[in-house]
C-alpha cells in the first residue's frame, strides 16, 4: 500500500497514548494511533485498573453483604457466590470502556491501525503491511508483569495479574508473591470471596514506597479481615501440579527454606516497560540502565521527532500520570507551554479501606533534612465515619517547616482516593495547611477529617 502520511502517530492506545491522540486531534492535528490489541485502552483498561476495580467493587458488595448489614439491622438469607456473573460484570465494564474510546476516536477523527508499529527512521513506522509517515511520533507502549526468576507463569495455578482477574472457581488457598498494589488489590478480592490469602513480601513491609506509619496500619487492618502476612522472605522456587503449587520460601537476610502449599499462586512484584518490537535500536532510541525509554523534561527522545510518555519513561507508573503526559507534549507539539507538577499526583490502593498519597513521605522529608511539621486525625473521630460505621485509618498532612507549603498527604481510610484530591489541588496551588482549615468543610463528611488533620499541624484540632 501507499505510504500514509499524518501529523501525529501514536504507538499505543492505553490512557497515555489513547489520551495523547485525542488532544492532539483536538489540536488539529491528523492523527493516526496503532494499538496491538483489539481492544482499546491498553493494560489499564482490558486486564489493569478498570477489571480489577469492578471485581474490588463486587467482591466489598459480597463481604458487605456477609459481615455488615446484621450491624446496620438488616436481615437477609442465604448469600451465594456467583462467580460466572461477577466476572461477566467485570467484563461488560471492560467492554464499555473499549467501546467508549472507540467512539471518542471516531468523533476526533483518529485512524485507527490494529498491529503491532515498529519505528523504521526517518519519520516512518511500520504496521503490518503499512507504511506510516508523521512529523511527530509518540511511543506509549505501556508496561508488562515484571517475571520472577524460576517462576513460570501459566495463569491458570501460576497467575499474574491477567490470570488472577479470571479464575475459574474461588481457589481455597491464594499466595500472593509480593505485597505492593497489585498484589494487595487481588489478594483482598479473593479473599473476600473465601481464599485463605497469605502475602509474602521480600521487604519488611508491606506498600513499601507509601508513608511507613500507613503501611504498618494497613497490614493490621488487612490482618483483621483475615489475610495472612510473610514479610522479609523470597521465594526461591514454584512447583505446580495438578494439586496446586508448592513454594520454597526463606528468609531474605539468609536462612532455613520452608514450603509453603496453594491452590494458586499470584506473582506481583511490579511491571516493568514494555519495548519490544519497537524498532528503537533502527531510530536511534536508547534506553536507561533500568530499561526506560530515555527523554528530555519535553518528552523528547534520543531520535529526531520521536517522543515518550507513560509507564515506559522514568516516574510512577499511573494511568493517570500517562494521561497527563500524553495531554501535555500534545500542547507542547502545538507550541502551547503547559506543565506537570509530579509533587501533585496523587497514588491510590483500592483496597478497603483505601490508601492514597501525594508528595513526599515522612522518610523522604527525613532523607533530605527538611524541616517539616506533621497533623493527623483519626477516622474514629470523624461523626461520619462513625455513621457509616468505617472508622479505620486516619489523615496526616505533612507541611514545610520553612515555606509553610503543604508537601505531603497521606490517608488510610475508607474513600481515600476521593478525599485526597483535595490535598492534590492545595499542592497544586501552593496552600498551607492553614489555607485548608480555614476552607468550610460540609459535615457531618469524611472530608472533615482533612480539615482537622491541617489544624492538627498548627496542634489545634477541635475534635479531638
Not at 63 to 76: D, L, M, R, S, Y
Not at 250 to 277: F, N
Request: hydrophobic share 40%; net charge neutral; glycine share 12%.
Amino acid at each position: 500500500m501507499a505510504e500514509q502520511a499524518f501529523d501525529v502517530v501514536v504507538i499505543g492506545a492505553g490512557p497515555g497514548g489513547y489520551t495523547a491522540a485525542i488532544r492532539a486531534a483536538q489540536l488539529g492535528f491528523t492523527v493516526a494511533c496503532i494499538e496491538k490489541d483489539p481492544g482499546l485502552g491498553g493494560t489499564c483498561t482490558n486486564v489493569g485498573c478498570i477489571p480489577s476495580k469492578a471485581l474490588l467493587h463486587s467482591s466489598e458488595l459480597y463481604h458487605e453483604a456477609t459481615h455488615g448489614f446484621a450491624q446496620h439491622g438488616i436481615k437477609v438469607g442465604k448469600i451465594e457466590i456467583d462467580l460466572p456473573a461477577m466476572l461477566a460484570q467485570k467484563q461488560s465494564v471492560v467492554t464499555s470502556s473499549n467501546k467508549g474510546i472507540e467512539f471518542l476516536f471516531k468523533k476526533n477523527k483518529i485512524t485507527r491501525f490494529l498491529g503491532e508499529g515498529s519505528l523504521l527512521g526517518g519519520g516512518k513506522v511500520q504496521v503490518g503491511a503499512d507504511t506510516l509517515s508523521a512529523k511527530h511520533i509518540i511511543l506509549a507502549p505501556g508496561s508488562e508483569v515484571t517475571p520472577l526468576p524460576g517462576i513460570d507463569i501459566d495463569e491458570e495455578k501460576v497467575v499474574s495479574s491477567t490470570g488472577a482477574l479470571k479464575l475459574a472457581a474461588v481457589p481455597k488457598t491464594m499466595v500472593v508473591i509480593g505485597g505492593g498494589v497489585i498484589g494487595l488489590e487481588l489478594g483482598s478480592v479473593w479473599s473476600r470471596l473465601g481464599a485463605e490469602v497469605t502475602v509474602v513480601e521480600f521487604l519488611d513491609r508491606i506498600l513499601p514506597t507509601n508513608d511507613g506509619e500507613v503501611s504498618k496500619q494497613m497490614q493490621r487492618v488487612l490482618t483483621k479481615q483475615g489475610l495472612k502476612f510473610k514479610l522479609g522472605t523470597k521465594v526461591t522456587s514454584a512447583k505446580a501440579s495438578k494439586k496446586g503449587v508448592t513454594l520454597s520460601v526463606a528468609p531474605a537476610a539468609g536462612g532455613d527454606a520452608e514450603e509453603l502449599t496453594a491452590d494458586v499462586v499470584l506473582v506481583s512484584i511490579g511491571r516493568r516497560p514494555y519495548t519490544k518490537g519497537l524498532g528503537l535500536g533502527k531510530a536511534g532510541v536508547e534506553l536507561d540502565e533500568r530499561g526506560r525509554i530515555k527523554v528530555d523534561d519535553h518528552f523528547a527522545t534520543t531520535a529526531p521527532g520521536v517522543y515518550a510518555i507513560g509507564d515506559c519513561i522514568r516516574g510512577a507508573m499511573l494511568a493517570h500520570k500517562a494521561e497527563e503526559e500524553g495531554v501535555v507534549l500534545a500542547e507542547m507539539l502545538a507550541g502551547q507551554k503547559p506543565h506537570i507538577n509530579y509533587d501533585a499526583i496523587p497514588g491510590v490502593v483500592y483496597t478497603w479501606p483505601e490508601v492514597a498519597s501525594v508528595g513526599k513521605t515522612e522518610e523522604e522529608l527525613k532523607a533530605a533534612g527538611v524541616q517539616y511539621k506533621t497533623g493527623k486525625f483519626p477516622f474514629t473521630a470523624n461523626a461520619r465515619a462513625r455513621a457509616m460505621t468505617m472508622t479505620d485509618g486516619f489523615v496526616k498532612i505533612l507541611e514545610d517547616a520553612a515555606t509553610q507549603k503543604i508537601v505531603g498527604c497521606h490517608i488510610i481510610g475508607a474513600d481515600a482516593g476521593h478525599i485526597i484530591q483535595e490535598v492534590v489541588q492545595a499542592i497544586e496551588f501552593g496552600a498551607s495547611a492553614e489555607d485548608v482549615f480555614r476552607t468550610v468543610h460540609a459535615h457531618p463528611a469524611l472530608t472533615e477529617a482533612v480539615k482537622e488533620a491541617a489544624l492538627a499541624v498548627e496542634g489545634r484540632p477541635i475534635n479531638i
